[in-house]
């Protein structure tokens, strides 16, 4: 069945460096990779989408790219800040275009 | 702004109670979605609706039942509340089409069922 991993660990990084988290996917080809923001109790903000035929997107400080070789988008913040901390989740469509699968997240801890 | 609001943020049940969720978006979307989030298990789709009326099954709807008879309105019921469904439950929205839309999701209900 198709999977979207994202890995469970922490990523403590400190404030200023670029942040960079993982999302693989296996089973199928996505159309397309969405990434959302989780504060804690918070329901997840969109942040970007970028399709299969893109190779990177940008939005201000983040960048996020999509390699169908590998299976993987990365996600990029760059120039940190403590409060980008938060988890951070990754989404395909299923192929049926029906649902959104979602990863399990990955935290990220920015200290000052 | 889209908004998504859900009707508590904390809930106290005890095993046995029917519970009721409701969730309301202010956007006109077309679709609304039921989730669940447990840690480890990231969120999992309940139901969801395309329309009024509609409703389709997710990935892990036993025990749970849902209502749209208004557009912006979506009703997650627990019919007989179980220790099991202690979670933290999302709803969201989006305009139209399939999953493709981009997701605007509610605050969330911390449910502590007893």
């Known amino acids: 069945s198709q999977k979207i991993e994202q890995n469970s660990e922490a990523l403590n990084i400190q404030e200023g460096k670029t942040a960079t988290l993982t999302c693989n996917y296996t089973?199928?080809?996505?159309?397309?990779l969405q990434w959302y923001r989780q504060d804690p109790g918070r329901g997840p903000v969109f942040l970007l989408l970028?399709?299969?035929?893109?190779k990177e997107k940008r939005k201000e400080r983040l960048k996020v790219t999509f390699d169908t070789t590998l299976k993987q988008s990365l996600f990029h913040i760059t120039a940190s800040q403590p409060a980008d901390s938060a988890t951070y989740l990754c989404a395909s469509p299923n192929t049926g275009f029906q649902k959104l699968v979602f990863g399990t997240g990955t935290r990220l801890l920015v200290s000052p | 702004d889209v908004k998504v609001t859900q009707s508590s943020r904390y809930l106290v049940k005890r095993t046995g109670e029917k519970v009721f969720l409701e969730c309301v978006q202010d956007m006109d979307h077309e679709n609304m979605f039921w989730y669940r989030q447990d840690p480890g298990l990231g969120l999992r789709l309940i139901y969801f609706?395309?329309?009024?009326?509609?409703?389709e099954k997710g990935d892990i709807p036993e025990g749970y039942s849902v209502s749209r008879e208004k557009k912006e309105r979506f009703s997650l019921i627990l019919e007989s509340a179980s220790t099991n469904q202690t979670s933290m439950y999302l709803c969201?929205?989006?305009?139209?089409?399939?999953?493709?839309?981009?997701?605007?999701f509610g605050p969330g209900t911390r449910l502590l069922v007893l």
């Open positions: 089973n199928y080809s996505p159309a397309y």
């Open positions: 970028i399709r299969e035929n893109e």
């Open positions: 609706s395309y329309d009024v009326k509609m409703k």
């Open positions: 969201a929205s989006s305009l139209s089409g399939g999953a493709q839309e981009t997701q605007y």
